[in-house]
T-cell receptor
Framework: EDQVTQSPEALRLQEGESSSLNCSYT??????LFWYRQDPGKGPEFLFTLYSAGEEKEKERLKATLTKKESFLHITAPKPEDSATYLC????????????FGPGTRLSVLP | KAGVTQTPRYLIKTRGQQVTLSCSPISGHRSVSWYQQTPGQGLQFLFEYFSETQRNKGNFPGRFSGRQFSNSRSEMNVSTLELGDSALYLC??????????????FGPGTRLTVT
């Protein structure tokens, strides 16, 4: 069954403690994998698009990578302002080209 | 460039009523998609409009409908509201239709509460 999963469900880090979030997917005909950040009560904020295995994108303390089955969002030396829910979304032929979102990872960075 | 705007930001309605939500996409974006977000189900796709035509539809009942105008602004309507329709409704716009692997940009959402 096609699906998008994210792990862990929640993650608590100390400021400066690097870690990675995982997004796993089982689809055919991947058109793109997207990462978003969402703060409470707000709409998701676009971070990255990845199109093919081996691709990497970076922005400040965030780095996204993609393999054939999963994507990682690496957070280096996080700060409290990085606390948010991080969502991944997959667009694929097997989903009828719709965006399918994972459940998200709630990240808390403690000072 | 102005972002995606949604109105109203908050709504309280009673069961059985209907509601209309509005979305203005980023200038130049022709694709508008609507999503429902709830704590239990996460972000779920409702439908997408591109150049005034519905191109994709999610698995929601016919009570949920939408339309898009020639200026790309979109409205979503929910009739005969149920308690379970309480959610954050998000609109997202994109330069291209969903099938073209282009990122979507989200508005702030409309928080709908059904009592």
């Amino acid at each position: 069954e096609d699906q998008v999963t994210q792990s862990p469900e929640a993650l608590r880090l100390q400021e400066g403690e690097s870690s990675s979030l995982n997004c796993s997917y089982t689809v055919s005909g991947l058109r793109g994998l997207f990462w978003y950040r969402q703060d409470p009560g707000k709409g998701p904020e676009f971070l990255f698009t990845l199109y093919s295995a081996g691709e990497e994108k970076e922005k400040e303390r965030l780095k996204a990578t993609l393999t054939k089955k999963e994507s990682f969002l690496h957070i280096t030396a996080p700060k409290p302002e990085d606390s948010a829910t991080y969502l991944c979304a997959v667009q694929a032929a097997s989903y009828g080209q719709n965006f399918v979102f994972g459940p998200g990872t709630r990240l808390s960075v403690l000072p | 460039k102005a972002g995606v705007t949604q109105t109203p930001r908050y709504l309280i309605k009673t069961r059985g009523q209907q509601v209309t939500l509005s979305c203005s996409p980023i200038s130049g974006h022709r694709s508008v998609s609507w999503y429902q977000q709830t704590p239990g189900q996460g972000l779920q796709f409702l439908f997408e409009y591109f150049s005034e035509t519905q191109r994709n539809k999610g698995n929601f009942p016919g009570r949920f409908s939408g339309r898009q105008f020639s200026n790309s602004r979109s409205e979503m309507n929910v009739s005969t509201l149920e308690l379970g329709d309480s959610a954050l409704y998000l609109c997202a716009s994109s330069l291209a239709g969903q099938g073209q692997g282009r990122e979507q940009y989200f508005g702030p959402g409309t928080r709908l509460t059904v009592t």
